[in-house]
């Protein structure tokens, strides 16, 4: 095995002498198969996916789902059958939706493999064959050409003009052009430049490769086994409602103790059989019928509806995002991303729009500004504010039009990118590229190539043949004797070498790469010697900023979250990058960075990552998340894979983005802006608030309910001599399930505050459960408790039914006031809503039909007695007093706190 050999830095004998390989011959079959059998086949390795039952099992892994089928088990004990049926019911239908939202996504590893899914030619037995890429082992000879995809890391042997497109590896947005030179030692992927890569595409030339590995030791294997290596944390919001699950247990299990115990101390006869003055056998009934008391309130105090209303909320937060561009592979997710404090996030593709563009042209010492970005040709031409006239500069752009060998179909490109961003540019001055070669068709070319870094073309313009030359402006310079100007061309001068060498050297540290052009007429027969040029210009161009990613980090830096630029590329062209989008922060290569010994002592201060690997990306992510920070990781290439993974949400792209990084993503932007994940940060800080009203709405119901019965209880009521409660057990199930439940899914709904990207994210580590919310939720059970109790008193007189009805109506009033007193909290407008009006009136209907059509169609199921007009009103009356009461003590609350309506969710 070689798996730590450094291959670039091996000559060519000593790679084929170390391998036993023959460059000429090959491999025999013999010893393919030999080789098979030690190295393996060239595939990645895939573990077990999960079945589809164990996925929807996986969403009965709470520990509030846990409490709710105690629940299950406790009514069933009891001898309520239809609250167990209707509450597993519920749990059947939580699981289902987040099984169909989370079936969809698949093994990232399946896509991996589906990648070395292809054939490969190779020399072996002395003769050209077509294999499958799996049966490549190293020492196998390769045969590399323009379109193909490199089935295995392989060490070039020879090459004509090679280049590999290596920006889903590497992040690299530019084309590599590859050499056979050997290399220092330990040099980054990035710059093996005598090295392919297994994934990557050919884009130019044809090679002959040596491989060196295959399969999980390839660097797609690599990334592969990392992406394996990286588990699955639960989100912000699943450790959440885990807590208070966790919480709401105890609570469960306190409550059943306090009500038992209280009911066996107020019993007389129980305690004269604990005390051993009569039989014990003779309070074993009674015992029973406290303790399935008790075990009936503990059924009540859980919110069967939570996990339900949790699931809902962030199903329908999943397809608001679809139409905003976002598409969420796991739930929890559609959470995670209203607590987002920091985005590490890719250049090429997601904050640039991976389209070369020329920004400025040089010409006889002007500097020409060229707007438009991309592949469209809409732009103008500048020069020192004032529009300049195509015609100047239609010389250098024909150049760049006719010495080129791109293409472009619409926006998409065949070819190289560069060469791309020269025929963009001269179709905005009106110069089409297939009606020039029309025009001036081409007789001759030299090829680029990397040891002349430059190419050269021959072209018959209005009968005379010209040869056109585009390079490294410092190379080309020393082919050149004359310069073009306004009124004809003249010698060159050393001064103004100097001149448009510096002009090369500004556009470089503006990140522009630059192109010199130079043409020169040719006798009849001459050959195209490249020699006495007439320098023409220069032409500087960029992969251009995203427009809408330079706003959408605006509004990240008011949202106060952090953007983070992570990239393969070089350092100054990132730093470049970074200052115009207006990120903010130290910059450091992937070099300087394994020199930091400490880096979460740093991280907080470095925004500009240049020139890392996968291992740096993942070492950033779990930097940042040691600090505390929620970080979401966008990205599109296989490079990329493993921090998806490993990062609280991964976000991928979905037009450019590799299949590695889609499958290892938790969420995928279809348009590939940068902007969307913006969007979608909003409508998860929504979605935040959206949960924290309907549990604070669902637990304060709840509570009332809980506190209305427990506090019965200790007062005493009676009926017929027997004990008598606010509520029966039909009646809880009702109020728990129907009239909260409907008012809670439409809070899931309720639109964004205006503000909700001026405000910090919310602390990761903050409970479910704010200190605010918690103090909300206590006053509230208690004024439920005593409004409904003193309405309750009011009516004994009349009989326990019409009493127990009253209860039954004013908590139902009390808990759609209580709709209003949680959206005010979040300054959310009255008439906002209609989906929550909508499941007001249904809750308001399904109670009258309770109250009046109940007893009539479906005999006594609910135990109600028909109200008056009176009774409405003086339920209206209470739930008006309850809403002042409750409204003063929040205000009163926040001001002790000092908290205002502004700041109070960062601080709750």
């Given amino acids: 095995m070689h798996e730590s050999t450094d291959w670039a830095g091996l000559d060519l004998e000593s790679s084929l002498k170390r391998l036993d390989a023959s460059p000429e011959s090959g491999l025999s079959q013999a010893e393919v198969e030999k080789r098979l059998v030690e190295y393996g086949p060239n595939r990645i390795q895939e573990r077990s996916p999960r079945s589809r039952w164990q996925l929807f099992l996986d969403q009965f892994r709470s520990f509030i789902i846990a409490i709710l089928m105690v629940a299950v088990g406790l009514s069933a004990l009891v001898g309520e059958y239809t609250d167990s049926l209707v509450i597993l019911a519920i749990l059947f239908l939580n699981a289902l939706l987040g099984y169909i939202q989370e079936a969809r996504a698949r093994d990232s590893i399946a896509a991996l493999k589906r990648m070395t899914r292809l054939k490969a ?15 490549l082992v190293p020492g196998d000879v390769i045969l590399l050409e323009t379109g193909d995809k490199v089935p295995a890391d392989a060490r070039i042997m020879k090459h004509v003009n090679l280049e590999c497109d290596e920006a889903s590896l590497t992040g690299e947005s530019v084309p590599v052009a590859k050499d056979t030179a050997v290399l220092p030692p330990g040099i980054a992927v990035a710059d093996q430049l005598n090295m392919v890569f297994s994934g990557t595409i050919v884009t130019g030339g044809r090679g002959r490769a040596l491989v060196v590995r295959t399969g999980m030791q390839s660097r797609l294997g690599q990334i592969a086994e990392m992406i394996q290596e990286s588990g699955e944390d639960p989100t912000p919001l699943q450790k959440r409602l885990d807590q208070l699950g966790r919480w ?15 009911g066996l101390i107020r019993d007389p006869g129980i305690m004269r059989a604990l005390t051993g003055d009569v039989p014990l056998i003779t309070a074993t009934a009674r015992i029973k019928e406290i303790f399935m008391t008790a075990v009936a309130l503990a059924v009540a105090a859980v919110p069967e509806g939570l996990a339900a209303v949790v699931t809902v909320a962030l199903a329908l937060g999943v397809q608001r995002m679809v139409k905003r561009n976002a598409l969420i592979r796991r739930l929890p997710s559609v959470e995670t991303l209203g607590s987002t404090t920091v985005i590490c996030t890719d250049k090429t593709g997601t904050l640039t729009r991976n389209q070369m563009t020329v920004r400025k042209l040089w010409l006889e010492n002007r500097i020409i500004e060229v707007t438009g970005s991309g592949y469209a040709s809409e732009g103008k031409f500048y020069d020192q504010g004032n529009e300049a006239d195509p015609l100047e500069v239609r010389d250098l752009l024909t150049i760049g039009a006719l010495n080129n ?27 089409i590229k297939s009606e020039l070669e029309r025009r001036y068709p081409r007789q001759d070319e030299i090829a680029f190539d990397s040891r002349r870094k430059r190419m050269t073309t021959v072209h018959l313009m209005n009968g005379r043949r010209v040869m056109l030359v585009k390079g490294a402006p410092d190379v080309l310079l020393e082919h050149c004797n004359r310069i073009r100007c306004r009124d004809g061309g003249r010698p060159l001068k050393d001064a103004d070498r100097e001149r448009i060498l510096e002009a090369n050297k500004n556009f470089a540290a503006e990140a522009l790469r630059v192109l010199g052009f130079a043409l020169r007429e040719l006798e009849e027969n001459e050959p195209p010697e490249e020699k006495n040029l007439e320098f023409i210009g220069l032409q500087a161009m960029m992969d251009p900023p995203r427009d809408s990613a330079r706003r959408a980090i605006e509004r990240c830096k008011k949202a106060g979250i952090r953007v983070v630029m992570i990239t393969g590329d070089q350092a100054v062209t990132a730093r470049a990058i970074a200052q115009e989008l207006g990120i903010q922060g130290e910059a450091i290569s992937g070099t300087d960075l394994e020199a930091i010994k400490d880096l979460d002592a740093r991280v907080d201060e470095i925004s500009v990552y240049a020139r890392v690997n996968p291992e740096h990306k993942m070492r950033i992510i779990r930097a940042l998340r040691d600090r505390g920070h929620v970080v979401a990781m966008t990205g599109d290439g296989v490079n990329d894979g493993p921090a998806l993974k490993a990062a609280d949400i991964g976000v991928a792209m979905g037009i450019t983005g590799t299949d590695v990084a889609k499958e290892a993503s938790d969420m995928i932007l279809t348009d590939d802006h940068f902007s969307s994940i913006v969007d979608a940060v909003e409508e998860g800080r929504a979605i935040n608030d959206n949960i924290g009203k309907f549990v ?25 001599g027997g004990p008598l409660l606010p509520l029966t057990a039909v009646q809880l199930l009702w109020l728990n399930i129907v009239t909260d439940g409907l008012p809670a899914l439409a809070l899931g709904v309720d639109p964004p505050d205006r503000n909700i990207m001026t405000r910090p994210p919310r602390s990761p580590h903050r409970a479910v459960l704010s200190l605010d919310m918690l103090a909300n939720i206590a006053l509230t059970g208690v004024l439920l408790c005593v409004f409904t109790l003193l309405l309750f008193a009011h009516s004994l007189d009349r009989s326990p039914a019409a009493a127990q009805t009253m209860a039954f109506s004013a908590l139902v009033v009390f808990q759609i006031i209580r709709v209003y007193m949680v959206r005010s909290h979040y300054r959310v407008p009255l008439f906002s809503n209609p989906w929550l009006w909508g499941a007001i009136t249904v809750s308001l209907l399904l109670q009258f039909f309770a109250v009046y059509g109940a007893p009539i169609t479906v005999g006594n199921l609910f135990g109600t007695v028909p109200l008056d007009w009176a009774d409405w009103g003086r339920i209206m009356a209470a739930g008006a007093v309850m809403l002042l009461l409750g409204s003063g003590f929040g205000w009163v609350l926040r001001r002790i706190r000092g908290v205002s309506t502004s700041d109070r969710f960062a601080k709750d």
Avoid: H, W
């Fill in 248 to 262: 709401l247990g105890i609570a469960v299990l306190a409550i059943c103790a306090l009500t038992f115990l209280l």
């Fill in 121 to 135: 030619r190779v020399i072996r037995d002395n003769r050209e064959q077509n294999v499958d890429s799996t049966t």
């Fill in 696 to 720: 604070n709405y669902l637990l304060s119901s709840n509570l009332g309910e809980v506190l209305v019965i427990f506090v019965a209880m200790l007062i005493g009521f009676t009926s017929g």
């Fill in 405 to 431: 060998d791109a293409a472009l179909d619409g926006e998409s490109v065949i070819g190289d990118p560069t060469e791309a961003a020269l025929i963009v540019v001269a179709a905005k001055a009106g110069l």
